[in-house]
Antibody, heavy 113, light 112 residues
Framework: QVQLKESGPGLVQPSQTLSLTCTVS????????VHWVRQPPGKGLEWMGR???????DYNSALKSRLSISRDTSKSQVFLKMNSLQTEDTAIYFC???????WGQGTLVTVSS | DVVMTQTPVSLPVSLGGQASISCRSSQSLVHSNGNTYLHWYLQKPGQSPQLLIY???NRFSGVPDRFSGSGSGTDFTLKISRVEPEDLGDYYCLQSTHFPYTFGAGTKLELK
């Protein structure tokens, strides 16, 4: 069945770079786009960006200068890298397959010194 | 960016009653291909969001027919009839017609 699972550090220091991995199973990354969505504690959802089945990427303009999404199709993994983290980047980070019918469980990233 | 205005913020309901949530977009969500990419999600506490309705009015697999979506252009509605305890949580609309995709701010469905 379709599964997605996020992994990465739970704590990142301010100004550092966040690196997250989304490992998928039950489908091929060359057939579906995978997106990243985040949710600050107690707040709403924010679309961050996507990597399409063909490998091209699109980003939220508010994050574009700091965000990079890539993948390794042989490992069924999608990567998120975001630099210059600040406390307001503290959130649960989800990966999801469009039209967001399948989600990972999310991973909480806290930005703090 | 397309602004999704979702109302109400909070919606107290009685079990067995009906609920209606509105989502209005700052511009038309009709794509150049003729489709309208407006979707609805429910997020229960501590869980990932779950897809209820895609492209305005299509129920996702396994979603009860108590959930229905309607609307066009910039004005959309999610209706829940015969509310059950498992329906409680935060509802979000999402538009994926225009980049960046944008969510509504959410509606908390709670017991009256």
């Amino acid at each position: 069945q379709v599964q997605l699972k996020e992994s990465g550090p739970g704590l990142v220091q301010p100004s550092q770079t966040l690196s997250l991995t989304c490992t998928v199973s039950g489908f091929s990354l060359t057939d579906y786009s995978v997106h990243w969505v985040r949710q600050p504690p107690g707040k709403g959802l924010e679309w961050m960006g996507r990597i399409q089945s063909g490998g091209s990427t699109d980003y939220n303009s508010a994050l574009k200068s700091r965000l990079s999404i890539s993948r390794d199709t042989s490992k069924s993994q999608v990567f998120l890298k975001m630099n210059s983290l600040q406390t307001e980047d503290t959130a649960i980070y989800f990966c999801t397959r469009y039209p967001f019918a399948y989600w990972g469980q999310g991973t909480l990233v806290t930005v703090s010194s | 960016d397309v602004v999704m205005t979702q109302t109400p913020v909070s919606l107290p309901v009685s079990l067995g009653g009906q609920a209606s949530i509105s989502c209005r977009s700052s511009q038309s969500l009709v794509h150049s291909n003729g489709n309208t990419y407006l979707h609805w999600y429910l997020q229960k506490p501590g869980q990932s969001p779950q897809l209820l309705i895609y492209r305005v009015s299509n129920r996702f697999s396994g979603v009860p027919d108590r959930f229905s979506g309607s609307g066009s252009g910039t004005d959309f509605t999610l209706k829940i009839s015969r509310v059950e305890p498992e329906d409680l949580g935060d509802y979000y609309c999402l538009q994926s017609t225009h980049f960046p995709y944008t969510f509504g701010a959410g509606t908390k469905l709670e017991l009256k």
